[in-house]
């Protein structure tokens, strides 16, 4: 691959870390604190005795969102750069099982099809990370 290509591509980096990680910090809150109002805003509906449930999975998300704070500035060294692939790696692979689970479950009727827009969400962003990852953006 071209370098000055690959030092261009490696440029958008730090902006999708602030904007996914954002992204998943904000969500993760509005579940935490108002799990009810969050899934409204995502056309989502849930049995009231599962909201704390959905709480808690904001805890997740929340810290999902957190853990791109370390992928957002350039790494100074070899460690940092090491550490910021690894949090790449670890949050693409879970929006990668979470797009296949809730996949599942929508396929087969357990979830409704309003939470194929979460799958396809975290399925995009895996498939950026993945690739990213592959061809090796994080390093310039």
Known sequence: MNLHFKHKAAGWIPWWSAAVGAMDACTGLLLIFAPEFTLKLMKLSVPAEVLPYQSWIGAFVLSTGLAYGWAIRQPANERE??????????????????????????????????????????????????VALKRRWLDA
Not at 100 to 125: E, N
């Open 81 to 130: 750069r090491g550490a910021r692939e690894t949090i790449w790696k670890m949050t693409a692979l879970v929006r990668t099982v979470i797009a296949l689970f809730l996949t599942t479950k929508i396929l087969t009727g357990s979830l409704s099809a309003g939470w194929a827009t979460v799958a396809a969400t975290d399925a995009v962003v895996a498939v950026v990370q993945w």
